[in-house]
C-alpha cells in the first residue's frame, strides 16, 4: 500500500448514490433506513456529491441491511445494478481504451482490476490468476480492515457481473470465499466467461 493510501478502505460517493438509486427504485429505501447506523442514514437522506471520498463502512452499511432484507441473490442483484448506474458509466471509456489495446477479453479487464477500480475504490488490492484463457480466480485484500462482513463480497460479485456485460460476455462469478489468513480481508472469486449467441 502507498504512503499516500488511507488506513481503510474508501469509496466514491458515486457508489453509495448508486445502491440509493437502486433502493429508492424498487421501493426499499424506507427499510434500509430503518436498519443503518445514523451516520449512514444522514448520508442516505443528504446524499453526498459523487466525487467526495466516503468512509467504505458506510457502504458496508447499507450492503448489510439490503442482506438482511433480500438475502445474499437480492443484494447480489442490487449491487449489480448499482454498478451498472454508478461505476459502469464512469470506467467505460477507459476500459473500451484498455480492451482496445491490450485484447478483448475480461482477463484484460481483471488483469488491470486495480488501476480501473482506484477511480472509485482506495484500499482494496486486487489479484488475477488466470486458470485459463476464459477462466481465473480473482482475490481482493480489504487492506485496513479485518473481519470483513459478508454483505461488501457479495455486494463485489453482482458488480463484477456487470464487467462482463461491458465486455461483452456472458460470465459466472463465484460466491466469495474467505482466505484463511488470520485477518478475515481477503477472498476469492472464481470467474469464467464465454462468447454470448
Known sequence: MSADAP??????????????????????EAAVLEQVPPETRALMVDLPPATTWLDARRII??????????????????ARRGVEQSVIPIVRGTVERVLRVFGISPATVLARMGVLAASTSRGVEYRYTPTSETSGVLELEHVGLRDVPEAPLIATAGGLEGMFELCGVR?????????????GDTCRY???????R
Open 7 to 28: 488506513s481503510s478502505p474508501q469509496v466514491k460517493a458515486t457508489l453509495f448514490r448508486g445502491l440509493c438509486s437502486v433502493l429508492a427504485l424498487q421501493g426499499l
Open 61 to 78: 452499511d447499507l450492503q448489510s441491511a439490503i442482506l438482511a432484507l433480500k438475502g445474499p441473490s437480492g443484494l447480489r442483484q442490487i
Open 171 to 183: 460470465g459466472t462469478v463465484s460466491d466469495p470465499v474467505m482466505v484463511d489468513n488470520g485477518r
Open 190 to 196: 472464481t470467474v469464467s466467461w464465454r462468447p454470448r
